[in-house]
């Protein structure tokens, strides 16, 4: 049995590869099912299973085109109700791929068909689990996101159940099984993930806070919910689409590459509810950009920042990328749930400016240029780094208006002088100034290189909240 862990950094999200004796199997897959494909045809291997550990919040999963395009059959945990064909696993029935067998184990809490399993290879020894959202390195999945799709649940009966897996399901296994989770450092999915993305399960018994045995179920539930932040306003809509199906990436995929003329592009933006979403860098965004453009740079936590910042899931694209990176950028989008791109400027924002068309700049200022400002005029100085950061350090005087919540602060804003903005290192600032520019705001600038740069100047941080925190 060969186990393969496929990670995709800007997600924070793994999925799994197993094959033996010419059948294989996919769990949790992302969108573009491809890869998968390929892995399996070099392994001269037939797909037969696709096995979900949950109805996944924070991206659209690939079951259902690889299911069409392979013939596997997907495999979810007890309790699961998707509206298209589907196993539903009992609690510890067994599957077998090749000479290798998959036992779902039923661990009810981040979700209530989360099911963790477990991998037993050729000899019978029981290798390793897949935990899903169930358990992370370092930490579990947070118990409050089901409750958006199921009524008469809470966050603190998740937990509850969460408790109950846990230690009936999970901690009475081996202490050398491999732990495989959906997620490492930087998903949502969780609090305090570690940057490691596989452990011995007797590794984590001793280190992860979530498995002390002597922890009781109250505790447990406190020490669950507290600290959790607002789970992004695309995660329900990702779960549904995960639910209920969604049209093939191949139909999304020719939908949106349409390269359009500089005249199409602007006929497209004018007719239509499109957003324009630029994609390149943010250095080069400042210095050029189709007016009401929001920049969401594409080398940067580009998806989970689009499904924090753009609502609606179904809202029309019109992209503007570095050319050649127009696929990715597509790919990307659907990944969490974002499908409706209808085209792209062809040639770029370099044709754009070369017809001579309106476009617009962000005034970008060094930290030096920053300090002198702080100095002489004292500007409005908007932090836009998560609370947790800004509460570790910020510059005395500076507000803090967390990225993801600037659109409900907007009226705290000032449109008739100016301010300027920053986070850590100059990507979700942009975001912000590319926003307030959309919506008239135009005496702003702000800082290149961000509060890495700030640090290195003499201006004064403290670490503690000062009492101008707006959040």
């Not at 007797?202 to 179920?217: E, F, I, S």
């Not at 942009?430 to 509060?451: H, N, P, T, Y």
């Amino acid at each position: 049995m060969k186990v393969e862990q496929i990670y995709t950094g800007c997600l924070a999200h793994a999925a799994y590869y197993i094959v033996s004796n010419g059948e294989a199997a996919i769990f949790d897959p992302l969108r573009e099912v491809q890869p998968y494909i390929d892995r399996a045809e070099k392994d001269n291997a037939k797909v037969k299973y696709v096995f979900e550990t949950h109805f996944h919040a924070d991206f659209v999963s690939g079951h259902l085109d690889l299911m069409k395009k392979t013939g596997a059959s997907i495999v979810f945990g007890p309790t699961a109700k998707p509206a298209y064909d589907a196993i539903i696993a009992t609690d510890g029935q067994i599957f077998k791929v090749g000479d290798c067998q998959v036992k779902a184990i039923h661990t009810p809490g981040h979700t209530m068909e989360s099911t963790t399993y477990l991998l037993i290879d050729e000899e019978g020894k029981e290798h390793g689990i897949i935990t899903g959202d169930t358990l992370f390195i370092g930490d579990v999945g947070r118990p409050d996101l089901a409750q958006h799709v199921i009524a008469d649940l809470t966050e603190e009966k998740l937990a509850g159940h969460l408790y109950d897996s846990l230690r009936n399901k999970i901690m009475p296994l081996s202490d050398d099984l491999i732990v495989y989770p959906n997620h490492g450092a930087g998903s949502a999915c969780g609090k305090m993930m570690s940057k490691e993305t596989t452990d011995t399960l007797g590794h984590q018994k001793q280190v992860n806070y979530a498995l002390n045995p002597n922890m009781t179920k109250d505790e447990f539930i406190k020490a669950l919910l507290t600290g959790l932040t607002t789970p992004p306003g695309y995660f329900p809509q990702n779960v549904l689409m995960n639910i209920q199906g969604y049209e093939s990436l191949d139909t999304i995929m020719e939908k949106g590459k349409r390269a359009l003329s500089v005249d199409e592009f602007e006929a497209a933006a004018n007719e239509t509810h499109a957003l324009i979403l630029d994609t390149r860098d943010a250095a080069v965004f400042a210095k050029g950009f189709i007016p009401n453009s929001v920049n969401i740079g594409i080398d940067g936590s580009f998806a989970q920042w689009v499904g924090e910042m753009i609502p609606d899931v179904k809202q029309e694209i019109l992209l503007v990328t570095d050319e050649g990176r127009e696929d990715e950028c597509i790919i990307r989008l659907s990944r969490v749930g974002y499908d409706h791109t209808i085209g792209y400027l062809k040639g770029g924002f370099a044709a754009w400016d070369k017809s001579g068309k309106e476009t617009d700049t962000v005034h970008r200022i060094s930290a030096q240029e920053f300090e002198k400002q702080v100095n002489e005029q004292k500007p409005l100085v908007i932090d836009v780094r998560k609370k947790s950061e800004y509460d570790s350090e910020h510059l005395v005087d500076a507000i803090n208006i967390p990225l993801n919540q600037i659109n409900q602060h907007l009226s705290e804003i000032p449109k008739d002088k100016p301010f300027v903005l920053h986070c850590a290192g100059g990507y979700r600032s942009m975001i912000a100034a590319s926003i307030l520019k959309q919506r008239g705001w135009d005496l702003l600038a702000d800082v290149e290189g961000g509060f890495a740069k700030i640090k290195e100047t003499g201006l004064k941080v403290t670490d503690y909240v000062c009492p101008t925190t707006l959040l």
